[in-house]
């Protein structure tokens, strides 16, 4: 356990977040006070407003012997409440209370005090206000803590982006549909997945709901003068849908809302054993153009015990059934980090894939989340640690360029193996708009259907409003009219958007 003191600031959310991220307590305490005699690791964070200078100190006691300390003066100017100043603090205080973590750690922590989970938005905002790259470099250096190697990698990614989502053109928004269904729920899955046999009667009752949501969201969007650029089917996996139910959704979709500047859909057809040839053909025939065909991992073993049914055949059937269709972007997910899987375990799944050579590769690093069956259970598993998940990481990046792919979407998420990032490459001009419009929040998403989170975007602002549907499914059938009017009031509360 580490005990934490701080003095002079309320950033308590944002320290712990940054402890945490070193990995080596379990608990963190938050206290009043620490004085000397006292047994335990302390931390004792301070910042002395001076009034342009803040003075500001983290000192680390280990059983009342002084073991790190770092001590600077900073301008911080601005007027009290000032939300530039306060960022400028937070910022500093972090640094602080990083640099005495690391002396006193030795740890290796390449995303230094960054702990959101869009790293690329820093750059945007920096580019917007100006700053060129060598600036925005040394930003994230010193100010950040990050190191070069990811640093290269944000910038990369951020400039590839621009294009896409600049300029900000506010006729179009994007379309998020959930469809909470799968065939099993995997070991660390935290999605509002409905495994299908409990599920299958829900089926229809959710989706008459579903269909409401859209007529309604629709003519509300109409009026508003907003056209979809794309949409996202996404769950949950869509594809346990039976071809008909597939049709008539898509249908509903293209009868409410304008898709007269639609330029992608995506739909998940995540797990191989729910594709069949109809469900592509109904698919393609709808102007589907990018799907998403899920391994997750090549290797049997672990695909069973994290309770996924397909195999590696499953995955080349549904992949060159959908070639043979027609579908030019196909992309794949793996997971680096999966219980009981080491360095060959990942070559073989990467391997595999290098054979199919799809235009998207995403590659997520296990997160263990709370709500998930792996994190009630991790006692039982082997899990990569640190240096082996950045081994894994690396590999992946390696075989992605064998493949021609590069980076072009990222993010970061809470409680990853080895604090690192996930990455989605793509081939040539096979970027998907929706993945960075999400990552980069500056284009609304409208997500309907359970667990829905819409993002309302004003721009002009530079503000955003998050509306959550209710994740149940059996709440979202029956409070979907509810869904629709919290939509309403954010969509239609000001005028610019
Ligand atoms: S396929 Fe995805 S949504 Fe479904 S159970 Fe697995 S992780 Fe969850």
């Known amino acids: 356990m580490i005990n934490v003191v701080l003095r002079g600031h309320g950033f308590e959310y944002e320290v712990g977040e940054l402890i945490k991220v070193f990995g080596l307590w379990r608990d963190i305490k938050f206290v009043d006070d620490y004085k000397i005699g006292k047994d335990g690791l302390f931390l004792i964070n301070e910042a002395i407003d001076q009034g342009r200078k803040y003075l500001i100190s983290t000192k680390i006691y280990e059983n009342s012997n002084l073991v790190s300390v770092e001590e600077g003066s900073y301008k911080i100017e601005g007027n009290k409440g000032n939300i530039e100043k306060r960022k400028k603090l937070k910022r500093k205080v972090k640094a602080s209370i990083f640099d005495a973590l690391m002396k006193f750690s030795k740890c290796d922590i390449p995303w230094g005090i960054l702990t959101g989970i869009r790293p690329t938005k820093i750059i945007h905002e920096l580019l917007d206000s100006k700053y060129n790259i060598e600036e925005i470099k040394g930003i994230l250096k010193e100010e950040y803590r990050i190191r070069d ?228 259970s991790l006692d039982d598993f082997q899990m990569a640690k640190e240096t082996l998940a950045k081994e894994m990481l690396n590999l992946t990046k390696n075989y992605a360029y064998e493949m021609g792919l590069y980076p072009y979407y990222m993010y970061r998420q809470k409680y990853m193996v080895g604090n690192l990032e996930n990455l989605g490459y793509c081939k040539k001009n096979h970027e998907c708009i929706y993945n960075m419009q999400i990552m980069e929040e500056k284009q609304s998403i409208v997500a309907l259907g359970a667990g829905g989170i819409s993002k309302i975007v004003f721009p002009s602002d530079n503000r955003l409003e998050r509306v959550p549907n209710v994740k149940n499914v059996d709440e979202y059938i029956k409070r979907v009219e509810e869904m629709v009017d919290r939509k309403r009031v954010e969509l239609t509360k000001y005028t610019s958007f």
């Open 149 to 376: 190697e990811k640093i290269n990698l944000m910038l990369d990614i951020a400039l590839r982006e621009r294009k896409y989502i600049y300029p900000i053109d506010e006729e179009l928004v994007s379309l998020y549909i959930s469809i909470p269904f799968c065939p099993t729920r995997c070991l660390y899955c935290s999605f509002p997945s409905n495994p299908m046999k409990e599920g299958n009667k829900k089926v229809d009752e959710y989706l008459r709901s579903l269909s409401i949501e859209i007529i309604k969201m629709g003519k509300l969007l109409g009026q508003l003068g907003k056209k979809l650029e794309s949409i996202y089917i996404g769950g949950g996996t869509p594809t346990t849908l039976s071809s008909m139910q597939l049709d008539t959704l898509i249908n509903w979709i293209f009868e409410a809302f304008d898709i007269s500047r639609l330029k992608e859909f995506t739909v998940e057809a995540g797990r191989p054993d729910t594709i069949d040839r109809d469900k592509l053909k109904v698919l393609k025939l709808n102007g589907v153009n990018r799907i998403s065909i899920n391994p997750q991992t090549m290797n049997p073993k672990t695909l069973s015990l994290i309770g996924r049914k397909h195999s590696q055949h499953d995955i080349d059937r549904a992949f060159y059934e959908a070639k043979e269709i027609g579908f030019d972007t196909i992309n794949m997910d793996v997971i680096i980090g999966l219980p009981k899987e080491g360095i060959d375990e990942v070559r073989n799944t990467l391997q595999i894939i290098k054979g199919f050579s799809p235009e998207n590769l995403t590659v997520h690093t296990l997160a263990i989340k709370r709500s998930s069956r792996l994190n009630q």
